[in-house]
């Protein structure tokens, strides 16, 4: 068997595979796009040709404005990797999409102050996305305060 092994001081990053090459390319291009269930109306992630609330394969992809809600979060005092640990503290997060897709993510330009942060559960739109270029192909989807 063989084992990927990645360096202590990398980032690990995502591994596009076919379902998810599209949306790669597109995070590259700094577009989000999900994927759409005709069935249920509904947006999901993480990308893949059959909706994992139905299980129907009547899907398509949709481009994202990109606005989300907060839903819930945590702030990282400790990394759990040496990669990290210039980053800490950093906030981890999912959010909520229009279309019910709920998405892992990182925050940027927010205070790390759980207080303030609290303030952003459930504001509709409080979010937008921006782009963190981390490897030539690869360009993760960060979100920060919504601009007015």
């Not at 899907?59 to 979060?73: D, Q």
């Not at 959010?95 to 019910?100: I, K, P």
Request: include cysteine.
């Amino acid at each position: 068997m063989t084992q990927r092994v990645a360096n202590a001081l990398s980032r690990p990053l995502p591994y596009p595979q076919p379902e998810s090459d599209f949306y790669w390319q597109k995070c590259k291009q700094h577009e989000l796009w999900l994927r759409w269930c005709k069935d249920c109306n509904r947006s999901y992630f993480y990308p893949r040709d059959i909706c994992p609330e139905c299980f129907s394969r009547n899907t398509h992809w949709v481009k994202s404005s990109g606005r989300a809600t907060l839903h819930t979060f945590a702030v990282v005092h400790r990394a759990p990797i040496p990669a990290l640990r210039d980053r800490a503290p950093y906030v981890v997060a999912i959010v909520e999409l229009e279309g019910g897709a709920r998405l892992p993510t990182s925050l940027v330009r927010v205070e790390k102050d759980p207080k303030a942060l609290m303030a952003l559960i459930g504001k509709k739109d409080a979010l937008e996305v921006a782009f963190e270029d981390v490897s030539e192909t690869i360009s993760l989807p960060v979100f920060g305060p919504a601009q007015q």
